[in-house]
């Protein structure tokens, strides 16, 4: 069955540090892979998606991720954060057939201190 | 500006009522979407449409209905066999051609938060 990990509930940075977060998904073909952010009581916002080509992939608002198809994952990365980037962020992975099912990560809410 | 409008933002039910949950999108989506989502536990799928006048059941159905008789317009009705309706509700709509549902992600809306008191 298809399922999409995020290993970290939360996760808390330093403003200006570097940031990555995990995402690993089970998927029999080649996944069609999304990272989307929630920023408290609001709905989702696409950030970036994958289905081919070059598995480092540019997002919305400085975030990037790399798909590794030998790990199964899809991690999402940011070279220095900014405390706006406090927020839950959600990887999910487009499966089934017809194109419309996609399955949806736990989650892992960021914090950012000062 | 095109976009997912979700109205109320808050609802509060009392035991045995049922509710309805608007969501109306501007973006001429063909398929839209409806997700509930509880602290600790993602988005979990509760119906979808790809066209109008028709939808299928996504992974915890029970307990709701939905209806398509526009294509700009997806409400939800919690009715009271939901026993825990208590929640986050957000709706979603997409692309429509198999490829585009995914080429494109899904746009959502704000959400509803409802609460049984």
């Known amino acids: 069955a298809q399922s999409v990990t995020q290993p970290d509930i939360h996760i808390t940075v330093s403003e200006g540090a570097s940031l990555e977060l995990r995402c690993n998904y089970s998927?029999?073909?080649?996944?069609?892979l999304f990272w989307y952010v929630q920023s408290p009581g609001q709905g989702l916002q696409l950030l970036l998606k994958y289905f081919s080509g070059d598995t480092l992939v540019q997002g919305i608002k400085g975030f990037e991720a790399e798909f590794k198809r030998s790990q199964s994952s899809f991690n999402l990365r940011k070279p220095s954060v900014h405390w706006s980037d406090a927020a839950e962020y959600f990887c999910?992975?487009?499966?089934?057939?017809?194109?419309?099912?996609?399955?949806f990560g736990a989650g892992t809410r960021l914090f950012v201190k000062a | 500006d095109g976009g997912i409008t979700q109205s109320p933002k808050y609802l509060f039910r009392k035991e045995g009522q049922n509710v309805t949950l608007s969501c109306e999108q501007n973006l001429n989506h063909d398929a839209m979407y409806w997700y509930r989502q509880d602290p600790g536990q993602g988005l979990r799928l509760i119906y979808y449409?790809?066209?109008?006048?028709?939808?299928q059941k996504g992974d915890i159905a029970e307990g709701y209905s939905v209806s398509r008789e526009k294509k700009e317009s997806f409400p939800l009705t919690v009715t009271s066999a939901q026993k825990n309706p208590t929640a986050f509700y957000l709706c979603a709509s997409s692309i429509a051609a198999r490829q585009g549902a995914f080429s494109y992600g899904y746009t959502f809306g704000s959400g509803t938060r409802l609460t049984v008191v």
């Open positions: 999910a992975v487009g499966a089934g057939t017809g194109g419309f099912k996609t399955i």
């Open positions: 449409s790809q066209i109008v006048n028709d939808f």
């Open positions: 998927y029999g073909a080649t996944p069609y």
